[in-house]
């Protein structure tokens, strides 16, 4: 065991005797609610019914669909029904029955609100991986139209991760009206449709409900790196070549992009021949709604290019059949963070725009930048000022009055609503201001419901769970109603610093969160050295395997090119950055296990010269602000991998290669669990210590002069779509290197994303480690094979909760056959400690919730009620007609998500019976 993992083990024990002895002493003291912080944007989460008399509400930190009665006087809470984890969309398909899209059960909540005091899921269809949005298009609005990435358990097809060529964005589409009576597991959808960009996000409709426009996500901007080895060969390296002190820079890679006609670099030097795809930049697609089945619509009429960097969502003008769509449009082709007084170029401060694209017919595409009152040759004002007071930033949800003149939108890290009118939008007239825009209180607006007859406009904002009334005439916020809210306190207060722009940074249109995007990544790198900079010093700790060598462990400040790093998972994981150089190890207290160089704490603090040097604040945040960051941060964690078996099983390929991964081959030898060490067990699920998950926290010695913390492997799976690498005479040829035509992303693997496929990772570490290793490969070297299962083990790679958790089964009298072997496989996984299994039923008056406790019983949320037991459970649900809805929740959350919402230690059941509120936990 390493030193560092014996003391985090050790410190693990003392953590573990002080938990024993707490319990010892005081097993009767309440526990507090567990909750699993994993930011998934919302999407769509406010609707209205046809009707306008209610209005619905994803609670997404709840786990619950929260409904509304509408009046003159404003809204009444009269209902709250549990759906999926992670709700982000919500749609009424008439005053009867919504939709809720969940995004961490990979599912859609068919609700019944027909008697809206007591609604209660009648159907729950199973989707690809992370679903985003909802509408409902095709002939008489009958057709459900769903996003969800091009993978997952629930998906019938071979996602083929390592083929060249394939779209990663699907939308599926199911009959509406006949989901509730299907005898299969999730629903039979109608087709399933694939488009040609990476994974997708927002939907909207045109007037007529003909033709649906799905949009991708990360659509990218027609980026990618050329590697290092072929611009020291071409002598290719953009000045400047030392920095502010004359001292010389390494070579590295190069961001080039794609003008049109030429590859180019920020020098405008042509890189044709080094690039071996094509990037067509595909962002909207539009389906012909009303074809058996929905397709896309041929030629150009089926998409738009050049949308936006990163988009969110869309909503269609009703007069006129424009669509908007709500986007930033990144700037990674330009270099450097800091001042720029030496390199004279910096994209400090000006690192995204946030604009709405209007596309029109003939596949038109115009962008409107919302903040053409920023100067970006000036910066850095003191925050606030009224340069900053007039941005929108993050553009999320719009909505657009009936007679298509009016356009809302939600400025999602500025806190605000901005008003514009669509001629001036379209036509790029309109002009930034203060009486354009509408504050909201709780910060973050994500969703929008326009209420025009009544003058209002509904606004859920993310950063404290709540829905704002804004009166339309006056633009006024009226009322301001919160959701209940499991979330600690601690993710409350810290929500704010990953997205507040106006807080953040100078202009007031960036944040962390522009390029770390709810929490993850862009999908593109950035050049952020330093030319103003100081080299520094690597304070480790180093793999014995490969050590610096020689023994320089310098960092200097032009460091080239770096995908974004997701700020999910870091608790445990030692320092951060790709180079490591985010670390305590250089603080004068290193005496304690997890201090220093295992302090993420410490690490993550080190992050404040982004708000500076990269948002252009002129000064960093308060430290009492930069710690609720860091509390918030910590939090973040990793969803399940969506390619791995639901039992968390490995297929034959996937278990030959992690065989391969830990094999060692005797002395001296070493395997490749040696530097990326996986123990996802940790100290038995701790939250506080949650394993290794790939890292250690160690870093490899210089890979061309720099030395590099060794990465985690979760998001394998998410890198893919970069097919096709010029070969790097100097270094290495690795197989195939022709031309592979159009791909869906321009960076892949490695720090850089130079790397277009992990065999061909694979390949060049295999080379290294047998030229450069002194020990060499171990006997039996991999061959290709084994490559290729290796490949398939990283993508199949443990994250820090089972492929289980957010599973979902509803089990009615319809589909029996095939739901009973799902609740076998919930209830086997629960039993392992893998999820907390949950079960809800609409039974009498009420919701019903129960938690499986093993053995084949629930307990009911009353305390003086016997368990129940299992096939009691089912045969209520299949001969009674009332469905229950199964559930497998994150280890330690079943009691607050089934049986006691607010986590007072009083039953939901008996709250209920005793007329106090199981969302309030001062009411008992």
């Not at 704002?468 to 601690?490: C, D, K, R, Y």
């Not at 830990?662 to 939250?687: M, Q």
């Not at 990465?711 to 690498?725: D, E």
Request: proline share 8%; net charge negative; hydrophobic share 35%.
């Amino acid at each position: 065991m390493r030193p560092h993992r014996a003391l985090r083990s050790q410190n693990r024990l003392l953590s573990t005797a002080a938990t024993l002895v707490c319990l010892a002493v005081g097993a009767s003291a309440e526990a507090a609610p567990s909750y699993t912080l994993f930011e998934s944007g919302q999407v769509r989460p406010l609707a209205l019914s046809p009707s306008r008399n209610l209005l619905f509400a994803a609670n997404t930190p709840d786990n619950r669909l929260e409904i509304f009665y509408v009046s003159s006087g404003g809204l009444t809470h009269i209902s709250s029904v549990t759906v999926g984890l992670e709700p982000v969309a919500v749609a009424a398909r008439n005053d009867g029955e919504v939709w809720v899209v969940n995004h961490l059960s990979d599912s859609v909540s068919v609700v019944d609100v027909s008697f809206p005091l007591r609604p209660r899921v009648v159907r729950t269809l199973l989707v690809g991986d992370e679903p985003r949005d909802i509408v409902f298009g095709g002939p008489g609005r009958s057709r459900a139209f769903i996003t969800a990435a091009h993978r997952g358990q629930n998906a019938p097809f071979d996602p083929q991760l390592t083929t060249p060529g394939v779209g990663r964005a699907d939308v599926w589409v199911f009959n509406a009206s006949a989901v509730a009576t299907q005898s299969s597991l999730g629903g039979t959808p109608l087709t399933i449709l694939s488009f040609f960009t990476d994974t997708p996000r927002a939907l909207a409709v045109s007037p007529d409900g003909t033709s649906v426009y799905a949009a991708g996500f990360h659509t990218g901007n027609r980026t990618t790196a050329v590697h290092r080895a072929i611009v020291e060969d071409e002598g290719g390296m953009l000045p400047p070549f030392t920095n502010y002190l004359g001292e010389p820079q390494l070579t590295t890679s190069l961001i080039v992009q794609h003008d049109g006609t030429h590859w180019v670099d920020a020098g405008g030097n042509p890189w044709d021949d080094s690039v071996m795809f094509s990037l067509p930049d595909k962002d909207v697609f539009v389906i012909d709604a009303t074809a058996n089945p929905p397709v896309q619509r041929p030629g150009s009429a089926g998409y738009f290019t050049g949308v936006g960097t990163v988009l969110y969502n869309m909503v269609v003008n009703p007069a006129n059949g424009k669509v908007y769509v709500s986007n930033t449009e990144a700037f990674n082709l330009d270099r450097f963070e800091g001042p720029g007084t030496f390199a004279g170029t910096s994209v400090r401060g000006h690192l995204h725009e946030s604009r709405i694209s209007v596309l029109g017919s003939g596949g038109s595409v115009l962008p409107r930048h919302l903040n053409k009152h920023i100067d970006y040759s000036t910066c850095c004002a003191p925050v606030p000022n009224a340069e900053n007071a007039k941005s929108l930033a993050t553009p999320v949800d719009m909505a657009v009055t009936s007679d298509g003149s009016k356009l809302y939108v939600a400025a999602f890290g500025s806190s605000k609503v901005g008003v514009f009118q669509t001629a001036q939008i379209e036509n790029d007239t309109f002009t930034p201001s203060l009486a354009s825009q509408i504050q909201v209180t709780g910060g973050g607006p994500s969703g929008l419901a326009l209420d025009q007859p009544r003058g209002r406009l509904y606004v859920l904002t993310r950063f404290d769970n709540s829905i704002s009334i804004v009166n339309t005439s006056t633009n006024a916020e009226t009322a301001h109603i919160p959701l209940h809210n499991p979330e600690p306190e601690s993710v409350v207060r810290g929500r704010r610093f990953l997205h507040d722009a106006s807080f953040s940074s100078a202009h007031g249109d960036s944040s962390c969160a522009s390029c770390h995007v709810f929490g993850d990544v862009d999908s593109l790198a950035w050049d952020l050295g330093n030319p103003d900079g100081d080299t520094v010093t690597n304070p480790g700790p180093f793999t014995n395997i490969n050590p610096p060598f020689p023994a320089d462990t310098s960092l200097k400040p032009m460091k080239g090119p770096m995908t974004t790093q997701s700020l999910r998972g870091m608790a445990n994981h030692g320092p951060m950055h790709w180079r490591g150089d985010r670390t305590g190890g250089n603080d004068a207290s290193t005496a304690q296990p997890d201090s220093g160089a295992f302090d993420e704490r410490a690490a993550f603090e080190k992050f404040q010269g982004g708000f500076t040097n990269l948002l252009g604040r002129h000064a960093p945040i308060p430290d009492e602000d930069m710690e609720a960051f860091t509390d918030f941060i910590l939090q973040l964690s990793y969803p399940p991998n969506p390619i791995r078996n639901l039992d968390n099983s490995l297929n034959t390929d996937q278990q030959a290669g992690r065989d391969h991964f830990f094999r060692e081959g005797g002395a001296g030898t070493f395997s490749c669990n040696s530097c990326h060490t996986l123990d996802p067990d940790g100290n038995a699920g701790s939250s506080e210590f949650p394993g290794f998950f790939g890292t250690d926290g160690a870093s490899i010695g210089q890979e061309n002069g720099q030395s590099f913390k060794i990465p985690h492997l979760r998001n394998m799976y998410q890198k893919v779509g970069m097919f096709g690498m010029a070969p790097v005479p100097s270094l290495f040829h690795l197989g195939d290197n022709d031309f592979k035509g159009d791909q869906i992303r321009g960076f892949g693997f490695m720090h850089d994303g130079v790397m277009d496929t992990l065999f061909r990772f694979h390949q060049a570490i295999g080379f290294e480690q047998s030229e450069f290793s002194p020990n060499g490969f171990p006997p039996g070297a991999p061959g290709e094979l084994l490559r290729e299962q290796a490949v398939e083990y990283m993508l199949a790679f443990d994250t820090n909760l089972a492929p289980i958790v957010g599973q979902q089964v509803t089990l009615g009298s319809h589909n029996a056959t095939a739901a009973w072997p799902r609740i076998d496989l919930l209830r086997q996984r629960a039993e392992v400690g893998e999820c907390d299994l949950v079960a809800k039923l609409p039974f009498l008056l009420e919701e019903t919730g129960l938690l499986y406790i093993g053995g084949g019983q629930f307990t009911t949320a009353r305390a003086a009620a016997p368990p129940l037991s299992d096939l009691v459970l089912r045969s209520l649900a299949v001969l009674t007609g009332h469905p229950v809805t199964y559930t497998c929740v994150p280890p330690g959350s079943g009691t607050r998500i089934g049986i006691d919402r607010d986590g007072d230690g009083f039953l939901d059941g008996d709250e209920c019976d005793a007329g106090t509120d199981p969302a309030d936990p001062t009411s008992h």
